[in-house]
């Protein structure tokens, strides 16, 4: 995880619901990031995290059954988005939780 830059307030985690695999390594970077975010220190921000599932539009050809996705996001408690970047699905409503999570964070008085 020494590779990432963590001075960021938001990441965005990917992967294609067509494929087992980009499932197993978002699983395997979120257990590093657990531990990682575990052994930082406690004052510094901790960023806000979601899980985004593309192709949505090949919902037919998805490998991932929901109670898989849905142990996964209770395990971390982090938001979860499946979308389709080609029909535009749920594109919106991913747009509207970053940029309302963004204010909250950039304006607190609001």
């Known amino acids: 995880m020494d590779k990432?830059?963590?001075?960021?307030?938001?990441f965005f985690f990917f992967y294609?619901?067509?494929?087992?695999?980009?499932?197993?390594?978002l699983n395997l970077y979120l257990n590093q990031l657990k531990s990682y975010l575990f052994l930082c220190d406690k004052e510094e921000r901790?960023?806000?995290?979601?899980?985004?599932?593309?192709?949505?539009?090949?919902?037919g050809e998805n490998k991932i059954g929901d109670d898989k996705i849905n142990k996964m996001i209770n395990n971390f408690g982090i938001?979860?988005?499946?979308i389709?970047?080609?029909?535009?699905?749920?594109?919106?409503?991913?747009i509207q939780f970053f940029v309302k999570t963004y204010d909250k964070l950039a304006f607190p008085e609001k």
């Open 84 to 94: 389709s970047v080609k029909s535009l699905r749920n594109i919106n409503n991913l």
């Open 16 to 25: 294609d619901i067509t494929k087992i695999k980009s499932f197993n390594y």
């Open 79 to 82: 938001k979860y988005f499946d």
């Open 46 to 59: 901790t960023p806000n995290f979601c899980i985004i599932g593309n192709k949505y539009d090949l919902e």
């Open 4 to 10: 990432f830059d963590w001075r960021g307030r938001f």
